[in-house]
């Protein structure tokens, strides 16, 4: 039967040796973030993931939520209780703000964290979650007076949080957003209006539930010019800043869905409800963006934890499953069949699992790291490349993770067979979770665009090139150097690619948009693959000097082994992504849309 | 919201006009099926699977089925009565043996039939589907009593069919089979054992169920080469071959899976079952392989069937959604956004699914007139090449189809955005009905191996040479003419990777058969993409041919847009493949179990 293991060795190997955070123990905050403290949080994390979330992670999938007569929504047994226990253990407050009652601990710990939620159970993952990416929303552009009085409450998770994008007609273009907001004169709103797919919208989880909602006051700019953010809690807070009246907001239905049905997405009806601008008039979007970008960040990382959970099953399932013999003879002579991992072909399925997953925790924790460098680090320049590195790999992490990560969770059921259909192995709950990143904060399609329309061509494309000159300089430092030579080349050849598809955009992008639009995706996945190839080169490097030293920690010929499977296996797409990014827009364009 | 439309525009195209399936109309039979026949039947069947097999597909999706107390199988609402209107309307017979009350068809006609009834209601489809399989078996290995005492009445449909394989143990690997088989002393035998993921095992809709069992007799050799296969149905027929006796086999319970629910999978315990042996003691499996071999081409053709359907209903979303502006400037200036479907992210989605439907509807009907051409053509030389081209393609079209056509659906899914996670669009259906299909009938994994461990070598390497020489004449006979030139060059260059491949894989093969089995998915994947430049090559020339005469239906420029479409975006693949092939068994063997 499925089980999950946090997955604690690779964490460490990832922040110790790959990323060697302590080489940061100077930044504010960081000094109290030593391997020791690290460990111990992650340690205790784990547990409480796999002893207390894991269990709920079925019960979730096939209770669902449920509206009641009275519009209060009942969530699945077990989540209140699991919610209690995870805001009393301070799981929703280690990377707040230490003004307003957060640990302050690194992003990159409550990332790591994060991962071990979301591979256990992403349903319930995603209460919390949202209400970190709100209250990050209100710490950003809320008043002085909007912070004390919601944020103590939301990091510690006595009240969570939600954010209201879309509406029926409108989700990637909210500059068709319909949703007023009239001033009642007092300084609030009165906010009108239908949102949908609102995760977490409602539940009875927490005491009160702070919605961030879009809006357009009377008299707006049409457009995106003319959204604003406002605040609106479901209880409004009384003198002493405890939920008291009822504001005029109601789950409206629950969205029937394909997975995650362990979370609430409902449909939000406001009528009159009573909110508070956040930051200024006509520049929601702006303070929305920032939650939208972090929330999409946790979207890739929800992207590998799922693969790590699929990983995990189909290894044990490989490993248990007795059927066939080895093609090069019986390897398990005194059983009735060999274990099936002794077969190339779901080696080759576990392998690909393994490799994506493990680039993938590196290079989301090398980017939260850039985050807290973004925030934290007393050197302009080093916060300015860490900014540019946030806003180049953001799109590409939503994306290639939630696109590699599905794929990876697809792999995962291939292995179990006919098992991996059936409700009782748990897999095909992954893959229908694991289905809608792909699609959320923002579609892959989007990202792409958002790659190649915004990221590229910023501060005079400063990100990208910062981006391939450590590339060259990781490079030039570690040519022709025995068991490494074959990544550094690998990594050489695929960033050569990179660039020249980064040029072909550049030049016939401008000359038509649409050419643009058509690489857009093959351009974010030629990318992807680059910045796993860096990854893997510099987990084999750490690994070749323990390896060198004398190490018998097996982790390290692992590393050696999987980052060869990826180097066979996935660095043959480059050529792949570059001819189909240079046969231009014409092929996907000629076709008339009647004729479709 | 979705809708179904039946394809018969392009059915008549592939049958008509690239296939010309009337040159063979000398072949016993065939004489019948005129192009006006063939229409009609397509035209009717079309109907039935849009008024009344489609409305239920969500239907049985949502209920799915139950299992009562007295161990009888309710189906969903509506499903009875569409199985009744469905064997009254003689859908159950169109290409069975008219000796026995089928009407006699090509299978062509048949398939076409299925992948309406596929699109249309997955779920239902199989319990037709089934009982075709069933009788095939019958037909090839039963007693002319036995063909006597069933056939007919599976072949109207008032009696269904069952195939009993897989038990909790075994699987893939059937030597380890434990089902047995004692002799009754009366010519009948005694079947104890229990089976499990019996698609249509246990249901309502017909009179009588005929189960088809893998069994062991008693003191049979233990392995593959002790199993037999029994006839055993679910009423003992009396003398005048009509229901009595119920016989001792009972649902012993439903298995939750992921789609398909509208599907009873059932377990079966057999509990001293009288069942008849079918064809030889200890040689059931050849039988059974039969039905096996058919049963994958039908798999193959639900991989594409149901990429119809998500094909239909993406296009039909992106026509109406309503989202941004083109890139190029409003083609919907009037309106408050342009259709989605102005971008070129979409087209590429939309285009990869219609370039993969396109192909795989053509590669299907074509292998399914080969399978005409195997049993009925007077020439033995054209009978000899149609087995060969059977036997080489079956595992291709089983495991290539469904591998690309669940990619394709959840393309389709993706162009929904939003819309695609929720039950109210569809579409999520339709990739959790589609995740079986790289399952069953044996894995894609199997298929894999069966292409390079089997088919590749059989007969001296007959086939698969035979196939290039068709490539390499086709080539020849079409080099350098104007607009067909680019798809026999893509064709050329691609069969020449696939001959490359192959020339390794039986060199390094045999050196170290790991590496056959790490190269076989890639190697499986690259021969489909060979088949479907064929496929297209041979599409763009009868259009082009068309466009010369001054034909102005629109199909025949969609076909050369969509074919160049497929040049540019699918061809790239063929060398990732072989770069993969050619990186040999190291790369996955190499890690050790305990390190995964």
Same mark, same amino acid.
């Not at 040796?17 to 100077?26: C, H, R, T």
């Not at 394909?258 to 979370?263: D, E, F, R, Y």
């Not at 390897?331 to 059983?335: A, M, Q, R, V």
């Given at each position: 039967m499925p089980s999950y293991r946090a997955p604690l060795r690779d964490h460490r190997f990832v922040l110790n040796?790959?990323?060697?955070?302590?080489?940061?123990?100077?930044i504010e905050g960081f000094s109290e973030a030593t391997p020791d403290i690290i460990d111990a949080v992650l340690e205790e994390g784990g547990k409480f993931c796999e002893n207390v979330l894991y269990p709920l992670n079925k019960v979730g999938d096939r209770q669902g939520c449920k509206l009641k007569s009275d519009g209060e929504v009942e969530v699945p047994e077990g989540f209140a209780d699991a919610y209690t226990q995870f805001t009393e253990g301070g799981w929703t407050a280690i990377s707040g703000d230490p003004k307003y009652?957060?640990?302050?601990?690194?992003e990159y710990v409550g990332l790591a964290m994060g991962e071990m939620i979301t591979s256990s159970n992403m349903a319930f993952g995603m209460y919390p979650g949202l209400t970190g990416g709100a209250a990050r929303a209100l710490h950003a552009g809320g008043t002085d007076e909007q912070k004390e009085l919601y944020l103590p409450k939301m990091i510690t998770g006595e009240w969570s949080g939600t954010m209201n994008l879309t509406e029926p007609h409108c989700g990637t273009d909210?500059? $068709?957003?319909?949703t007023k907001a009239v001033p009642n004169g007092d300084g609030s709103y009165a906010i009108t209006g239908q949102k949908i797919w609102i995760s977490a919208g409602e539940h009875p989880m927490s005491k009160n539930i702070v919605h961030l909602v879009l809006a357009r006051i009377e008299g707006a700019p049409e457009g995106v010019k003319g959204i604003s953010l406002f605040v609106v809690p479901k209880f409004l807070p009384d003198e002493n800043g405890e939920p008291g009246e009822r504001n005029d907001l109601q789950c409206g239905g629950l969205e029937e869905k $394909?997975?995650?049905?362990?979370?609430a997405t409902c449909v939000m009806n406001y009528d009159g409800a009573k909110g508070w601008l956040v930051g200024e008039e006509h520049k929601g979007l702006k303070i929305m963006f920032i939650m939208m970008n972090e929330a999409r960040l946790g979207v890739g990382l929800q992207g590998m934890a799922l693969a790590e959970t699929a990983y995990q099953y189909s290894v044990d399932f490989a490993r248990d499953r007795l059927q066939g013999r080895s093609l090069t003879g019986p390897?398990?002579?005194?059983?009735p069949a060999d274990p099936i991992i002794v077969h190339p072909d779901v080696r080759r399925m576990l392998l690909d699992q393994k490799a994506f997953v493990e680039g993938a925790r590196a290079l989301t924790l090398w980017t939260a790291l850039q985050g807290d460098l973004e925030q934290k680090h007393p050197e302009e320049e080093v916060r300015e490349k860490a900014g540019d590195y946030m806003a180049l790999l953001t799109p590409i992490i939503k994306s290639y993770l939630t696109e590699k990560g599905y794929e990876s969770v697809s792999q995962g059921l291939q292995v179990h067979g006919g098992s991996g259909f059936t409700a009782e192995w748990g897999i095909e709950q992954t893959l229908r979770d694991a289905r809608i990143t792909l699609i959320y904060e923002g579609t892959n399609g989007i990202q792409a665009l958002d790659l190649v329309g915004r990221k590229l061509a910023m501060k005079g494309m400063r990100p990208i090139n910062t981006f391939f000159a450590e590339l060259d300089a990781f490079v030039a430092e570690n040519q022709g150097s025995g068991d490494l030579e074959p990544f550094v080349k690998g990594l050489a050849e695929t960033k050569a690619k990179l660039q020249k598809a980064t040029s072909w955009l550049v030049e016939k992008g401008l000359e038509n948009f649409d050419n643009a639009g058509a690489a857009s995706s093959e351009y974010l996945n030629l990318f992807g693959l680059t910045c796993f190839a860096y990854m893997w080169a510099k987990m084999a490097k750490v690994s070749l000097a323990k390896l060198e030293e004398g190490s018998s920690d097996p982790i390290y010929e692992s590393k050696m082994k999987t980052g060869r499977y990826f180097l066979a296996r996935w660095l043959p797409q480059a050529d792949m992504h570059l001819a189909r990014i240079e046969a231009g827009a014409e092929p996907l364009m000629a076709l008339e849309a009647e004729a479709f």
């Open positions: 040796e790959l990323l060697n955070v302590q080489q940061y123990n100077n009652g957060g640990q302050g601990l690194p909210l500059g $068709m957003l319909r $394909m997975g995650i049905h362990g979370n390897k398990n002579p005194d059983g």
